[in-house]
Structure formats: C-alpha cells, structure tokens
C-alpha cells in the first residue's frame, strides 16, 4: 500500500486550493437555494454525477416503486393475497404465466403469483420500517447516553451490547419471534412481532456508531466552550452531539433496511416468520416453491425471489450513492481529477498516482 502525498503545485495552480476553493463555493451557492432543493434525496440528486446519478437515479425508481406497490397493493393487485376463486370458478392450479386472468400463473394451492408478489410487498415495507425506525430511535438514544455519560453505565451498555451482537442475526431473529409470537399472531401482530425481533438486531450496531461518535465528539473544543458557558448536558446532547454524531446514519439506515428484508425472508423461508394464514410474504412463497422447482414449475419461485433482489438492490444503491455525496474527500478527489484533466495530462498522471493508496 502506497501512502498518498499531498498533490504538488502544476504550473503554478495549487489544486489543493482549487479544490478547496470549489467546495466553499459550492456550500455558498446551496445556501442561498429554495428550501426544496436543499432536501437531502433531490441536493443529493442535483450533486451527482455520470455513473454515480445513473446508480442513484437507479435506486430511487427502484424504491420508489417498491413503496407506491405497497402502498397501491389494493389497487394494483387483481385478486386478494388469499384468494383461490373469483366470481364463484376456481383459479386452478400451477397454471403457467401468461394464463388469461393470471399474468404471473398460479401456484400448487391455486393463489394468483401476481397478487401474492404485490402483497407480499406491503408486508416488507411495514416490517422494515417498522424495524429500522424502532432500531434508529433506541440505538441512537442510548449512543448518546452511554458515549456522553460514560463510566459504569457505559461498561454495562457496551457489555450488553457486545453480548448481543456475539450472536448470530438471524439466529437471534429466530429466538426472538418465537418468544414474542408464539407461533400464532394475527396480521399486524406477526408484522410487530418480526419488526422487535429484527430491531433487537439492529440496535447494536447504531449503538456501536454513535457511541464511537459522541466519545471522540465531546473531547472538542466547541463541546468544551458550550460546557463553559453553562449549557446543559441535554442540550449539548441533543444539538451539538446528536447533529454531529448521526452523519454516517444514511447508510446504515439503507444498508439495515435491505437487510430487514433478507432478514423477514429468511424468517418466512424457515417457517418462523409471519403467519402464512395472515398475509402475504415473499420468504413463505419461496419456502413453498422449494418443490415446485423439481417438478418444473418455476415461476412460483422466480417471482418472489426477483421481488427480494429488486427490493434489496434498490435500497443499497440510494444508500452508497448518498454516502458518496456526503464524503466530502470524495466530492474533493473528483473536483481534483476534473482540475488536472484540464491543466493537462502531466498532471492527470500526478492525480492518478496520488489516489492508489
């Protein structure tokens, strides 16, 4: 590994500066922007660049239809998650796609592949928001206690929380539902029940975070002048300490999400998840075309599974994209390599060597 060194001075252009200079003004021109440019998915959207927008851009649609379904499953499903008939005739079973009245076909029980992938959907939204907003809040609150407090209290919250994250996830996941449902729960009760067992898995790791941030945060100076000047300890906490210490949230919000979904089936998959009885879940559908696969039936499997894929790929791709945007030694290294394309391939070759490290 090759340690970087800082770009030298090109025919008297010091890109350092340049590069700097560039930041600055960019920050001045977003201040002075309508309110509704400077929300964080369109700034990020309007900062983005070439394959970057195009990954962004990507992952945006991706999510944004993943929430419309969800939230239009009525609407855009043609028959209930549970429905075997309709109109008093029987839909058939392992009807092939293309079927008139079951674009996707049908599975071995008669239920419409279509209408369970569209279901399906809203039942991955609830769970995940429901677990990742529940895993922020927690996380978040003891990070800034434990990190700002300090002594036994944080000796006992990392203890407890090391002891948690020693676990396996899904292993951890699997006790947890089992303990909180009991094997029988109605919908939303088995939504609920999946969301705490997945947030009881995602509150280390924000915990872990903050705590790591608020630590190294309240040995600076500006935390020191608000401890003179009389500011009290939440009001430290919840300004100076909280905005500061959740900048990296982002991406682990977007990478936990996509692996509340994995999580939720790998749950239905293994028969732990939500009751099939219940609502629709893409982990029990492919749990069921398991022996639909030998026979030759593949659709009742690849549907759901493409759902997952989709779902998961769009998430994780908004969340890098946005990390990208907000790293400011990123923004600066592509300032950079734009300032020494211009000044000449001398010093192309110069920026080239200075970013392998």
């Known amino acids: 590994m090759t340690i970087s060194t800082p770009q030298p001075p090109v025919d008297g252009v010091d890109l350092e500066a340049q590069a700097l200079a560039a930041e600055g003004t960019a920050i001045a021109d977003r201040r002075g922007e309508p309110w509704y440019l400077r929300l964080p998915v369109i700034s990020h959207l309007r900062r983005s660049v070439g394959l970057q927008r195009g990954m962004?851009?990507?992952?945006?649609?991706?999510?944004?239809?993943?929430?419309?379904?969800?939230?239009?499953?009525?609407?855009?499903?043609?028959?209930?998650?549970?429905?075997?008939s309709a109109d008093g005739s029987s839909f058939g079973t392992q009807q092939p796609p293309g079927t008139p009245g079951h674009l996707l076909?049908?599975?071995?029980?008669?239920?419409?592949?279509?209408?369970?992938?569209?279901?399906?959907?809203?039942?991955?939204?609830?769970?995940?928001?429901?677990?990742?907003?529940?895993?922020?809040?927690?996380?978040?609150?003891?990070?800034?206690?434990?990190?700002?407090?300090?002594?036994?209290?944080?000796?006992?919250?990392?203890?407890?929380?090391?002891?948690?994250?020693?676990?396996?996830?899904?292993?951890?996941?699997?006790?947890?539902?089992?303990v909180i449902s009991q094997g029988q729960s109605s919908m939303w009760g088995g939504i609920l029940a999946a969301a705490i067992s997945i947030t009881v898995v995602f509150v280390p790791q924000y915990f872990r975070v903050i705590r790591a941030e608020v630590v190294r945060l309240k040995a600076e100076?500006?935390?020191?002048?608000?401890?003179?000047?009389?500011?009290?300890?939440?009001?430290?906490?919840?300004?100076?300490?909280?905005?500061?210490?959740?900048?990296?949230?982002?991406?682990?919000?977007?990478?936990?999400?996509?692996?509340?979904?994995?999580?939720?089936?790998?749950?239905g998959f293994l028969g732990f998840g939500i009751e099939p009885t219940m609502a629709a879940e893409w982990g029990y559908d492919l749990n069921r075309a398991?022996?639909?696969?030998?026979?030759?039936?593949?659709?009742?499997?690849?549907?759901?599974?493409?759902?997952?894929?989709?779902?998961?790929?769009?998430?994780?791709?908004?969340?890098?994209?946005?990390?990208?945007?907000n790293d400011p030694r990123l923004r600066t290294r592509r300032r950079r390599r734009r300032t020494t394309a211009a000044s000449g391939p001398g010093t192309a070759e110069a920026a080239t060597k200075e970013t392998q490290s």
């Open 105 to 178: 076909g049908t599975t071995v029980s008669g239920f419409d592949v279509l209408s369970r992938v569209i279901w399906g959907t809203r039942t991955a939204v609830a769970v995940m928001v429901c677990a990742v907003l529940a895993s922020i809040v927690i996380g978040v609150l003891l990070g800034l206690v434990s990190g700002y407090a300090g002594g036994w209290l944080d000796r006992i919250l990392v203890m407890i929380a090391d002891a948690v994250y020693a676990f396996p996830s899904l292993l951890l996941a699997i006790v947890m539902s089992i």
């Open 56 to 84: 962004l851009i990507t992952g945006l649609v991706l999510v944004a239809g993943l929430l419309l379904t969800a939230l239009l499953a009525p609407l855009l499903a043609p028959y209930s998650w549970a429905a075997t």
């Open 290 to 325: 398991m022996a639909d696969a030998t026979s030759g039936i593949w659709w009742t499997g690849l549907f759901p599974g493409l759902a997952i894929v989709l779902a998961v790929l769009g998430v994780t791709l908004v969340g890098e994209s946005i990390n990208d945007l």
């Open 221 to 267: 100076p500006f935390v020191e002048a608000a401890k003179v000047v009389g500011t009290g300890h939440m009001r430290i906490m919840g300004t100076h300490l909280l905005r500061n210490a959740t900048r990296t949230l982002p991406l682990i919000f977007t990478l936990n999400a996509s692996e509340a979904i994995l999580t939720l089936a790998a749950l």
